[in-house]
């Protein structure tokens, strides 16, 4: 579907109030738009151009309700207020961060702030080969779409159908038809990629080129880039290696603090993935009027953790940063006996301090007590 000219029905257009109250609906011939200060009739927005303002009208499904019904309350004029119309929306086709917040959705989604860290820290660009795993409501496979284009390609696994239908109906409706650069396969991950191994491998020892077909091309070939969004990515690894080129990025959004450090610790004992790199992202917004320039009360908080890592070439294992003797990050302190406690307490200790460091320290805070 078009992205500029004319506004056209059944694309889906963004209308915004003078509050800054977004509305987010697909254009109907004939139809409409219900909204706290009246109805936005699209016969009056259809053939127009973005930027314009349309102006409310009386809703039509205002409701006369007598106070003298017995069950009812007298009608309170303020809601009667909410039907006139008379209020001014600017309209504009939505950009994929607003569409993808509007969207109807079955799981939640990702957030544009964290979707934004996928496509620049796992370096997903036009022409490559990606792989998905978990569509949810569809909000990181649009963007993924979005940014290798046509002339690449996505293939994502969905464990369950009915999230499947909802991710493809969201793309459709985004680009006006199904893309079709983009594979949507239903099943569990280690099925799935183990089947597409197996094509990678047979086109590997065939040396063909796998048909004119350019889904076909892709489908037999190494990914170039894998995404998880998946509650145990650390169990999926192995089939995720097995289809990913060397050199290829492996980018995992996790939720908690549990998944993230169990996810790191098989990342570094399989040896084949590069040293994981792990951040988060908050997104505060700004108001800016006048003299009153502060930050908003609320903000984005967590959302989740990022973990970016990188596939070694087969019979090469990776580098990793070796933990100074003194420090034992691994074993639980709960988990020895009192005497065992005793000896390998200053071995547990993450935070060491020299003897000299230790004497300043006691050294300096004598005087100061002296001088109190």
């Given at each position: 579907?078009?992205?500029?000219?004319?506004?056209?029905?059944?694309?889906?257009?963004?209308?915004?109030?003078?509050?800054?109250?977004?509305?987010?609906?697909?254009?109907?011939?004939?139809?409409?738009?219900?909204?706290?200060?009246?109805?936005?009739?699209?016969?009056?927005?259809?053939?127009?151009?973005?930027?314009?303002?349309?102006?409310?009208?009386?809703?039509?499904?205002?409701?006369?309700?007598?106070?003298?019904?017995?069950?009812?309350?007298?009608p309170k004029p303020w809601k009667a207020a909410r039907a006139i119309g008379g209020w001014d929306y600017a309209v504009m086709r939505p950009r994929l961060a607003d569409y993808v917040l509007s969207m109807p959705?079955?799981?939640?989604?990702?957030?544009?702030?964290?979707?934004?860290?996928?496509?620049?820290?796992?370096?997903?660009?036009?022409?490559?080969?990606?792989?998905?795993?978990?569509?949810?409501?569809?909000a990181m496979s649009l963007n993924l779409l979005d940014a290798v284009g046509e002339s690449g390609h996505l293939t994502t696994i969905e464990m369950r159908p009915e999230f499947a239908k909802i991710a493809e109906?969201?793309?459709?409706?985004?680009?006006?038809?199904?893309?079709?650069?983009?594979?949507?396969?239903?099943?569990?991950?280690?099925?799935?990629?183990?089947?597409?191994?197996?094509?990678?491998?047979?086109?590997?020892?065939?040396?063909?080129?796998?048909?004119?077909?350019?889904?076909?091309?892709?489908?037999?070939?190494?990914?170039?880039?894998?995404?998880?969004?998946?509650?145990?990515?650390?169990?999926?690894?192995?089939?995720?290696?097995?289809?990913?080129?060397?050199?290829?990025?492996?980018?995992?959004?996790?939720?908690?603090?549990?998944?993230?450090?169990?996810?790191?610790?098989?990342?570094?004992?399989?040896?084949?993935?590069?040293?994981?790199?792990?951040?988060?992202?908050?997104?505060?917004?700004?108001?800016?009027?006048?003299?009153?320039?502060?930050?908003?009360?609320?903000?984005?908080?967590?959302?989740?953790?990022?973990?970016?890592?990188?596939?070694?070439?087969?019979?090469?294992?990776?580098?990793?940063?070796?933990?100074?003797?003194t420090k034992d990050t691994v074993t639980d302190i709960d988990s020895l006996t009192p005497e065992q406690q005793a000896d390998r307490l200053a071995d547990l200790e993450l935070r060491d301090i020299s003897d000299?460091?230790?004497?300043?320290?006691?050294?300096?805070?004598?005087?100061?007590?002296?001088?109190?």
């Amino acid at each position: 579907m078009s992205r500029r000219g004319a506004l056209q029905a059944g694309e889906k257009v963004q209308f915004t109030d003078r509050k800054g109250k977004k509305i987010t609906d697909q254009l109907v011939v004939g139809g409409s738009t219900q909204t706290d200060h009246g109805i936005i009739l699209h016969d009056d927005v259809i053939g127009s151009s973005e930027g314009v303002i349309i102006t409310t009208v009386t809703s039509k499904r205002e409701v006369q309700v007598s106070g003298d019904t017995p069950g009812h309350d007298k009608p309170k004029p303020w809601k009667a207020a909410r039907a006139i119309g008379g209020w001014d929306y600017a309209v504009m086709r939505p950009r994929l961060a607003d569409y993808v917040l509007s969207m109807p959705r079955g799981a939640q989604i990702m957030y544009p702030k964290d979707i934004a860290q996928v496509i620049q820290l796992g370096d997903i660009r036009s022409g490559l080969n990606v792989l998905e795993s978990g569509a949810g409501s569809g909000a990181m496979s649009l963007n993924l779409l979005d940014a290798v284009g046509e002339s690449g390609h996505l293939t994502t696994i969905e464990m369950r159908p009915e999230f499947a239908k909802i991710a493809e109906a969201n793309a459709t409706l985004y680009y006006g038809k199904r893309p079709q650069w983009w594979d949507l396969l239903t099943g569990d991950f280690d099925s799935v990629a183990g089947k597409l191994a197996e094509k990678i491998q047979s086109l590997s020892s065939s040396d063909s080129n796998g048909g004119d077909d350019l889904n076909s091309n892709y489908a037999s070939q190494p990914f170039d880039r894998i995404v998880l969004d998946m509650l145990d990515p650390w169990n999926r690894l192995e089939e995720a290696y097995r289809v990913i080129a060397p050199g290829g990025v492996l980018i995992a959004y996790i939720t908690t603090t549990t998944q993230m450090s169990r996810f790191c610790e098989a990342l570094r004992e399989a040896g084949c993935w590069t040293e994981p790199e792990v951040q988060e992202t908050f997104e505060r917004t700004w108001k800016a009027q006048g003299l009153a320039v502060r930050p908003d009360h609320q903000m984005i908080g967590h959302t989740g953790f990022l973990v970016v890592t990188r596939a070694m070439a087969d019979g090469f294992s990776a580098l990793h940063k070796r933990d100074r003797a003194t420090k034992d990050t691994v074993t639980d302190i709960d988990s020895l006996t009192p005497e065992q406690q005793a000896d390998r307490l200053a071995d547990l200790e993450l935070r060491d301090i020299s003897d000299r460091k230790l004497r300043k320290v006691l050294r300096d805070l004598g005087d100061q007590l002296d001088y109190l």
